[in-house]
């Protein structure tokens, strides 16, 4: 069980990747056909958790990532929260939660020091738009280019190679880094050849990012501690029901691969106490 209130109070960085709208069955079904080793070798337990997302589109998911609210486990009991935003007085709150008194998790961390980086991914990080300013402005620093976008086959290196250069030049402070991975996002038919998207060509499209997401992950947590969270926004729908797309209340948009970890060199990892924590109120 991760303690982010004690992470965060040891001023570990953080790298919070999401893989743009890449389904949970295609994310399983990638790992068990051994199409991404890297991560497979990352994933607590090698596997992803199966978990509902709070949005079914790009937007309305960050939104809620940033304000507390990550991706839910698909059954009524759940793991306490990594973080939340200053509750009600009446509401119980786990002593491992990082509570920010702070209308997003951006400017709490900010609070405490830590500088918030994104490298963007799908258009709503562009700032092509207002629209597409609204989540770049939550931080101290945005980075999107063209070839960070989808339509681009190599998009995952290029991100990651900022990503790293990012995160070399804040090397000496706690960092919250941002990776929104385009690569899972439409179109994605060009990693199987095809002008037409599908799951298979989603998957294709994760087992190429898998390289430079394990390239990102090993790198980072070379050297010192991480608290590394990866999750997608939201699936995809590709014909089920005769539904295509996102935003709609469908299993495969809904349902989305979660996984949470500590990395680092063995000696520096700071020890998180296994045992159920107590509840303050607040």
């Not at 939104?63 to 009600?88: D, M, N, T, Y």
């Not at 179109?187 to 298979?200: K, L, M």
């Given at each position: ?6 992470v ?23 790992l ?22 709070p ?7 960050h ?28 509401k ?38 207002p ?9 101290h620093e ?18 990651v ?10 090397r ?5 880094l941002f ?7 439409v ?14 060509s ?9 390289e430079?997401?394990?390239r ?9 501690p ?10 995809d ?6 539904y295509r797309?996102r ?9 989305v ?25 607040t």
């Open positions: 069980m991760i303690d982010a209130a004690k965060i109070g040891t001023e570990t960085s953080i790298l919070f990747i999401t893989l743009d709208s890449l389904r949970y069955d295609v994310a399983r079904a990638a068990h056909a051994g199409q991404t080793p890297n991560l497979a070798k990352m994933l607590p337990g090698g596997v992803w958790e199966e978990r509902r997302t949005g079914t589109f790009t937007l309305p998911a939104i809620a990532f940033f304000s507390g609210f990550l991706p839910k486990l698909s059954h009524p009991v759940q793991p306490p929260r990594l973080w939340e935003c200053r509750p009600p007085a009446f119980a709150i786990d002593t491992g939660t990082f509570v920010f008194d702070a209308p997003n998790l951006l400017t709490g961390l900010a609070q405490h020091g830590y500088r918030t980086a994104c490298v963007g991914g799908v258009t709503y990080f562009s700032r092509e738009t629209l597409g300013s609204v989540l770049p402005d939550m931080f945005d980075h999107w280019r063209p070839e960070f976008c989808s339509a681009e086959a190599d998009s995952t290196r290029h991100q190679d900022h990503a790293l250069a990012v995160a070399n030049r804040h000496d402070r706690p960092l919250f990776v929104n991975v385009s690569a899972t996002h179109p994605h038919g060009h990693y199987v050849g095809h002008s037409e998207d599908s799951w298979q989603q998957a294709a499209a994760l087992a190429y990012a898998d430079h997401l394990g990102l992950i090993r790198t980072l947590t070379s050297a010192r991480w608290l590394v969270i990866m999750c997608a926004d939201h699936g729908a590709f014909g089920e029901d005769g797309g935003g709609i209340a469908h299993p495969a948009v809904l349902n691969p979660f996984a949470v970890m500590l990395r680092g060199p063995a000696a520096t990892l700071a020890e998180h106490d296994p045992r159920p924590r107590q509840r303050l109120r």
